[in-house]
């Protein structure tokens, strides 16, 4: 069974910095885009950045120069460096992934949700 694990979340003061992780496990024969979402307090959830396994990263205008999306294709990853946050960064941030497992077809995957709060 494939498992998406997040971590980094916490508290952080507006301007400061956070790294979030996911690492997938299981049988995983491949994965394909990468993403981190976002869901505020009664908001929709949201596309923040996207990595697909070769190609250049999307983001959502609201992030876009401060926030990065990296992938480590070796160990199964994917990050978001998040730089100069806001008070409206804070939310719960899911890990989102497209993977084909061994001998099943490809499904969508999320993860459990990691909280970023950011406030003095």
């Known amino acids: 069974q494939v498992q998406l694990v997040e971590s980094g979340g916490g508290l952080v003061q507006p301007g400061g910095s956070l790294r979030l992780s996911c690492a997938a496990s299981?049988?995983?024969?491949?994965?394909?885009?990468m993403a981190w979402y976002r869901q505020a307090p009664g908001k929709q959830r949201e596309l923040v950045a996207a990595?697909?396994?070769?190609?250049?990263?999307n983001y959502a205008d609201s992030v876009k120069g401060r926030f990065t999306i990296s992938r480590d294709n070796v160990k199964k990853t994917v990050s978001l460096q998040m730089n100069s946050l806001k008070p409206e960064d804070t939310a719960v941030y899911y890990c989102?992934?497209?993977?084909?497992?061994?001998?099943?077809?490809?499904?969508?995957?999320w993860g459990q949700g990691t909280q970023v709060t950011v406030s003095s």
């Open positions: 990595i697909p396994s070769g190609g250049s990263a």
């Open positions: 299981g049988r995983i024969a491949s994965i394909y885009n």
């Open positions: 989102n992934a497209n993977i084909r497992q061994l001998s099943a077809p490809t499904a969508n995957y």
